[in-house]
């Protein structure tokens, strides 16, 4: 019985053993299968979408973003990349220059829960393509934009000065006013003086310089050529003066004349002036009419006898508070260059003392300044101006 049962016994173990011994293949077979198959489970990268947060003829420096999802940018975020360590997987460039011997753009990158920004350190450029580029051991990815330019208004010609329709012979300067800025060449081939006749005037002015422009390049100085206008001066004897008196001429600025943005002008712009005798004469304030303020919202108003340098006539006039500093305020020209108004910033203080003074060196059409002619030889040093002359002090009352 023992030995039966013992043998029964172990007749049970060896059944047992073979059991488990099959049960441990088939268990290696599963987890080597299931090695096998896990990493065609496992989530691969998907490919990055690229976008361009911009607004359209907004002056913003735009916004690009890759799209990662949630595991790519866990991942990225455990490499701690800095602003000079992204453009390896995430850069922007000017698409002419997206070569790999050229610098992406500079920049701040930002990483999201699911995706990377990068904000350029400097605006995009209107009518400027960009690419975007992703690239990593498992995408490649390309985007490119055209930033487009603002849909605005075409640049017109605002105004022409001397506003009068006559001209002194001897004019010396013309200014061109614009709506917007515009390319600073151009100039020479864009604006004629023609004749009643029909003949343009050959070479009237000195090529502009850029000194010849302000700064927000809306205005431009056209100076006519003082040695055709000076009496006895070489160009003068062998060519001949600009503007001969008596006669009749049209001033022409040409459409095709493009802005700061390279668009043509929205219209070519045809004026009409009589010549009439040369002034050699400097404007005398002694003639002029000072309107001073009377309560602390009046505007100051000075009357010249005769026209006045446009320009000359804006800035050369100033009105000093009872320390001398310079009141600010907003000067307006009207009366075709004769009328000089004044309106303080804030209103004048009741009681306070004010003076006016004007520049010696201010100037009619035909650069006669009130200390000198034109046609005169340089009484002082030419860096050195005379002092300024006052044209009378004024306080204003209280109102009510």
């Given at each position: 019985?023992?030995?039966?049962?013992?043998?029964?016994?172990?007749?049970?173990?060896?059944?047992?053993?073979?059991?488990?011994?099959?049960?441990?293949?088939?268990?290696?077979?599963?987890?080597?299968?299931?090695?096998?198959?896990?990493?065609?489970?496992?989530?691969?990268?998907?490919?990055?979408?690229?976008?361009?947060?911009?607004?359209?003829?907004?002056?913003?420096?735009?916004?690009?973003?890759?799209?990662?999802?949630?595991?790519?940018?866990?991942?990225?975020?455990?490499?701690?990349?800095?602003?000079?360590?992204?453009?390896?997987?995430?850069?922007?460039?000017?698409?002419?220059?997206?070569?790999?011997?050229?610098?992406?753009?500079?920049?701040?990158?930002?990483?999201?829960?699911?995706?990377?920004?990068?904000?350029?350190?400097?605006?995009?450029?209107?009518?400027?393509?960009y690419r975007a580029r992703w690239s990593s051991d498992q995408?490649?990815?390309?985007?490119?934009?055209?930033?487009?330019?603002?849909?605005?208004?075409?640049?017109?010609?605002?105004?022409?000065?001397?506003?009068?329709?006559?001209?002194?012979?001897?004019?010396?300067?013309?200014?061109?006013?614009f709506s917007a800025s515009m390319s600073r060449q151009g100039?020479?081939?864009?604006?004629?003086?023609?004749?009643?006749?029909?003949?343009?005037?050959?070479?009237?002015?000195?090529?502009?310089?850029?000194?010849?422009?302000?700064?927000?390049?809306?205005?431009?100085?056209?100076?006519?050529?003082?040695?055709?206008?000076?009496?006895?001066?070489?160009?003068?004897?062998?060519?001949?003066?600009?503007?001969?008196?008596?006669?009749?001429?049209?001033?022409?600025?040409?459409?095709?004349?493009?802005?700061?943005?390279?668009?043509?002008?929205?219209?070519?712009?045809?004026?009409?002036?009589?010549?009439?005798?040369?002034?050699?004469?400097?404007?005398?304030?002694?003639?002029?009419?000072?309107?001073?303020?009377?309560?602390?919202?009046?505007?100051?108003?000075?009357?010249?006898?005769?026209?006045?340098?446009?320009?000359?006539?804006?800035?050369?006039?100033?009105?000093?508070?009872?320390?001398?500093?310079?009141?600010?305020?907003?000067?307006?020209?009207?009366?075709?260059?004769?009328?000089?108004?004044?309106?303080?910033?804030?209103?004048?203080?009741?009681?306070?003392?004010?003076?006016?003074?004007?520049?010696?060196?201010?100037?009619?059409?035909?650069?006669?300044?009130?200390?000198?002619?034109?046609?005169?030889?340089?009484?002082?040093?030419?860096?050195?101006?005379p002092a300024d002359q006052s044209l009378g002090r004024f306080?204003?009352?209280?109102?009510?």
């Open positions: 019985m023992q030995l039966g049962a013992k043998g029964r016994l172990a007749g049970a173990s060896d059944s047992r053993g073979r059991s488990t011994a099959a049960q441990t293949v088939v268990n290696g077979a599963l987890v080597l299968l299931t090695l096998l198959w896990l990493p065609s489970c496992r989530p691969t990268e998907v490919a990055p979408t690229l976008h361009l947060e911009t607004e359209v003829g907004a002056a913003e420096f735009g916004r690009f973003e890759a799209y990662l999802g949630t595991e790519v940018a866990s991942r990225l975020r455990s490499e701690n990349l800095s602003d000079e360590t992204w453009p390896r997987y995430f850069a922007v460039y000017p698409a002419t220059s997206a070569h790999a011997d050229r610098p992406p753009m500079l920049g701040d990158y930002r990483l999201l829960a699911d995706r990377v920004q990068f904000r350029p350190a400097f605006p995009l450029e209107p009518g400027t393509e995408a490649e990815v390309e985007s490119t934009w055209l930033i487009p330019r603002p849909a605005t208004e075409p640049t017109r010609l605002d105004a022409i000065y001397p506003s009068s329709s006559r001209w002194p012979a001897n004019l010396l300067r013309i200014y061109l006013q100039a020479v081939e864009s604006v004629e003086i023609v004749r009643q006749d029909g003949t343009v005037v050959a070479a009237p002015f000195v090529a502009p310089e850029t000194s010849l422009w302000n700064p927000a390049s809306d205005r431009l100085t056209l100076l006519l050529d003082p040695g055709r206008t000076k009496r006895g001066v070489g160009p003068n004897l062998s060519e001949g003066p600009v503007l001969t008196a008596g006669e009749r001429y049209e001033i022409v600025v040409h459409s095709s004349w493009e802005d700061g943005r390279g668009r043509p002008l929205d219209s070519t712009v045809r004026r009409e002036f009589e010549v009439v005798g040369p002034d050699r004469e400097s404007p005398d304030p002694d003639t002029w009419t000072v309107d001073f303020p009377q309560t602390p919202i009046d505007p100051l108003v000075i009357v010249s006898a005769s026209p006045l340098d446009r320009v000359s006539f804006e800035h050369r006039i100033a009105v000093l508070d009872r320390h001398g500093e310079r009141v600010a305020g907003l000067v307006s020209i009207e009366g075709l260059e004769t009328r000089w108004i004044f309106h303080p910033r804030v209103p004048w203080l009741p009681g306070q003392d004010y003076e006016v003074r004007v520049s010696k060196a201010l100037e009619d059409p035909s650069g006669n300044s009130l200390w000198r002619r034109f046609e005169e030889p340089l009484v002082y040093p030419e860096s050195t101006e306080s204003v009352r209280s109102q009510g």
